[in-house]
């Protein structure tokens, strides 16, 4: 191919978050030269940047102080004593937080490399908050049962992302700062590229590689309420499925309890990991009714559900009642200075209240996706339930699907996910360069494709409104597929996305121009919820059960007789044709067993 708007790189990655910053830095340093990186907002305003409470893994640096209770003190683990946490605790309770959805031979390998991928970050220069004899602190989280959050005040996907980002640059991979990506280019089931769009100019390249690695984050975007960057669009698992990559479980997304009244950013679950309470509007600390052994520091779909049951039974706070109170006022002034100056800001900024004074209201948020492209512990996307490889693909982060947090995931282990299956990931590209990659053709010219689509949405005369098709999306998305589902419901949101994806048709781009056309990408963006939300909504209605964050009314118990498996989803003509694939359980170490807290 001799098109002069052809690029060509051994490895592209799409996105700079966590996973592909990792995946990329590694590649690199295990000898990989050609490496471009595609993020389609500056790589360090990725949405991991924001990540507030920690990273998960059992160093066993603090412990509970001796018969205190479960929101007791902690204190530092005196040398030579008794480790409080092991990777088998760690693995029990990822298990138990996943509802038994999780596939245990990828947990294992997650925390057994947890303490690892610390150690990594440190030695990297990472500024973690440290106990006074300088090793790494850290502090409580929901689910888990030891303090196994390793933490950088309530900054700490900040300290993570600069860290490997820095490294990522000084190993020479090349960035491409906002370049959105329109296209996954897959024949054969292999990959031979991408298309991708320069936003500065809106230039549009075929980029081939031999390797392509997703990391392209998570799409809470498609609720109301949500704690994610306005990014987190779904673009990469929408676009995969254009491309006949399966998404698998997507019906799963996690409501996180303490998004700010109103707004849903986020007050990060180290509220509740420092001592916070949560209340209703009579004052009670309702979760005694709903967890009375963890409290507050209950897993997140289960403190959601708790919180929308006070809302919905008329017990709420605010003007509308929809919002339930984050007391932090007893922790004093010093530890919310100390330990959690961000959410602290926020509170003031958003909502006008100082958690040192008065408690601050809250409501549950669309705030993290279970579901994305399924892959293997080495980041390798897979086909179809048999396991079959789509050469060349790879993914990693919260756009995939290990899957590590099966039906519900416990703070701290997203990070840690990112961070990890990226870094298998880079090992796994590389070795795939080095043992003789090469080039793939591709047939036609998919740039030209793409173009053409730009086209006809910039020409599409319509009389409808992108942003209006948005709004109405994520409100009903909220309504009929939020915390609570039912069978009425779901058809509703099913019917409400057809019919929009109808609209969409007739939907008009105001801004015509080629440069920085942010109306265009509102639109490309829009189009990917509509896609995926489907996906979603189709397998909520189909999986007649509870587990853990998705959560039916009309069917309240989870069975395992015949649920306890995964979904897949593949684009057909029609619609998504769901399959579904075993999870893999080790029935003698880890059998299922109730979930209670
Ligand atoms: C407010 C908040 C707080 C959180 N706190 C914690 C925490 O304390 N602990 C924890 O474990 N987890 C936490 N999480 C979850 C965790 O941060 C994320 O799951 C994780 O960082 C995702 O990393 P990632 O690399 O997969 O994706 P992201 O960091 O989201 O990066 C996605 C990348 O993909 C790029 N991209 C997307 N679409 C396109 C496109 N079309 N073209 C080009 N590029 C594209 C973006 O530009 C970006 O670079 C939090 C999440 C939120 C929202």
Redesign the pocket.
């Known amino acids: 191919m001799t098109n002069p708007e052809t690029i060509t790189h051994d490895v592209i990655i799409?996105?700079?978050?966590?996973?592909?910053?990792?995946a990329a830095m590694v590649a690199a340093r295990q000898g990989v030269r050609d490496i471009g990186v595609?993020?389609?907002?500056?790589?360090l305003?990725?949405?991991?940047?924001?990540?507030?409470?920690?990273?998960?893994a059992s160093l066993s640096n603090v412990r509970p102080v001796a018969n205190t209770g479960p929101r007791g003190p902690l204190e530092a683990v005196p040398p030579g004593a008794e480790p409080p946490d092991s990777w088998e605790l760690h693995m029990f309770d990822t298990i138990k937080g996943s509802d038994w959805l999780g596939d245990q031979d990828a947990i294992e390998v997650m925390v057994q490399e947890a303490p690892d991928i610390i150690y990594e970050y440190e030695h990297m220069g990472c500024v973690f908050s440290r106990l006074a004899d300088g090793r790494i602190a850290q502090r409580r989280?929901g689910g888990h049962s030891a303090p196994r959050?390793n933490?950088s005040k309530?900054y700490?996907?900040h300290v993570l992302?600069h860290t490997i980002h820095e490294q990522a640059l000084k190993h020479g991979v090349k960035f491409y700062s906002e370049?959105?990506?329109?296209e996954l280019i897959v024949e054969d089931n292999i990959c031979r590229g991408v298309v991708?769009m320069e936003i500065l100019t809106g230039k549009v390249h075929t980029m081939r590689a031999k390797a392509v690695m997703?990391?392209?984050?998570?799409y809470?975007r498609a609720f109301k309420i949500?704690?994610?960057?306005y990014?987190?669009?779904?673009?990469?698992v929408s676009?995969a499925y254009n491309a006949g990559v399966p998404l698998m479980d997507m019906e799963f997304v996690q409501f996180?309890p303490t998004g700010l009244y109103r707004h849903g950013?986020?007050m990060?679950?180290?509220c509740r990991g420092e001592g916070g309470y949560l209340t209703n509007k009579d004052g009670h600390r309702f979760m005694e009714k709903y967890a009375p052994d963890k409290m507050e520091l209950a897993p997140r779909d289960l403190v959601s559900r708790s919180e929308q049951t006070e809302i919905n039974e008329g017990r709420g706070v605010g003007p509308d009642g929809q919002g339930v109170y984050l007391d932090l006022r007893h922790l004093g002034r010093e530890k919310i200075l100390e330990r959690l100056p961000q959410v602290r800001d926020l509170a003031i900024e958003f909502v006008g209240v100082d958690p040192i004074d008065a408690p601050v209201p809250i409501q549950p948020t669309a705030?993290?996706?279970m579901g994305g492209i399924p892959t293997d512990v080495n980041g390798q996307a897979i086909a179809d339930a048999a396991g079959t490889p789509i050469v060349g693909l790879y993914a990693?982060?919260?756009?995939?699907c290990v899957s590590v947090h099966g039906a519900n995931?416990l703070?701290?282990?997203?990070?840690?996910?990112?961070s990890l299956f990226?870094r298998r990931a880079g090992y796994a590209i590389a070795d795939f360069i080095k043992n003789g990659a090469e080039l793939q053709p591709v047939s036609g010219d998919p740039a030209e494709g793409q173009r053409q689509r730009i086209r006809k949405m910039l020409d599409n005369p319509g009389t409808e409104s992108v942003d209006k098709i948005a709004q109405t999306l994520k409100q009903t998305m909220t309504d009929n597929c939020g915390i609570f589902r039912n069978e009425a419901r779901l058809k509703v949101a099913l019917q409400d996305v057809k019919t929009l994806q109808a609209r969409f048709q007739n939907a008009r781009t105001m801004d015509k121009g080629s440069r920085f056309n942010t109306d265009l990408l509102t639109t490309?963006?829009t189009e990917?919820l509509l896609n995926f939300s489907e996906v979603l909504v189709t397998g909520a209605l189909a999986r007649t059960e509870s587990r853990g964050a998705h959560s039916r009314t009309d069917y309240p118990k989870r069975d395992d007789t015949d649920w306890l498996k995964h979904t897949v989803a593949h684009k057909g003509a029609d619609g998504p044709v769901l399959s579904y694939k075993s999870v893999n359980i080790d029935f003698d170490r880890y059998p299922p067993q109730e979930r209670k807290y």
Do not use: M
């Open positions: 799409v996105g700079a978050g966590l996973a592909g910053s990792w595609l993020s389609k907002i500056h790589p305003r990725s949405h991991s940047g924001a990540a507030q409470g920690g990273i998960a989280f959050a933490y309530d700490t996907g992302l370049w959105s990506l329109l991708a997703f990391g392209t984050g998570g809470g949500t704690s994610n960057a990014a987190n669009t779904g673009d990469g676009i996180h950013i986020l990060s679950e180290a705030h993290y996706s990693a982060g919260e756009c995939a995931r703070g701290t282990n997203s990070l840690l996910e990112a990226g490309i963006e990917h």
